[in-house]
């Protein structure tokens, strides 16, 4: 009998697992900031200045207030930043106080993140994007969503303008 149940809590504890993963993909971002959407779509964005992702591609970095923007749960948030390529999100910086139960609540949310020993940071992935949990500085965390179609964008972008280059000869 204690083998069968065993196996059964196993076996929930998997699909769970599996599930916390599709909960990352359906919510797509921070609170009501999705990734891959138009900025435009974000009240309370503004405009911080124009920026190079990887020293190549032209962004632009915008910071987001708001009331829906000061806490998750009882965790401060510091900051929200927003960048995006060709007016899209593909990246949500989320500067929140160092506090436990901030990891505690992503684990609750997404499941057991992968730790990578080399960056020192924790991460979840997804075929869509991926969310990456880190120290910033003594007293502050940073979470921080990447959206891979938008990055994609950017790396076919690339290719146009060198295969644009090489017909030029």
């Known amino acids: 009998m204690k083998q069968i149940l065993f196996l059964i809590m196993t076996f929930a504890s ?5 599930q916390n993963l599709e909960e990352l993909d ?9 990734l891959g959407d138009s900025i435009d779509s974000v009240k309370g964005a503004e405009f911080k200045k124009d920026i190079k992702e990887k020293n190549e591609f032209p962004a632009k970095l915008y910071e987001v207030e708001g009331d829906g923007y000061k806490t998750i749960g009882e965790v401060k948030i510091r900051r929200v930043e927003l960048k995006t390529y060709k007016s899209l999100i593909y990246e949500i910086d ?3 106080d160092k506090d436990t139960r901030l990891m505690k609540g992503l684990e609750k949310s997404f499941g057991k993140p992968v730790y990578i020993l080399t960056t020192d940071t924790y991460n ?8 990456t949990f880190k120290d910033y500085s003594k007293g502050e965390l940073r979470l921080t969503y990447r959206c891979y179609p938008v990055i994609k964008m950017m790396a076919v972008d690339k290719g146009k303008k060198i295969d644009a280059i090489a017909t030029d000869f």
């Open 124 to 131: 979840w992935k997804t075929e869509k994007l991926s969310l």
């Open 26 to 34: 359906r919510r797509n971002g921070f609170k009501d900031i999705k």
């Open 14 to 18: 998997l699909v769970l697992y599996g």
């Open 94 to 96: 989320v500067i929140t």
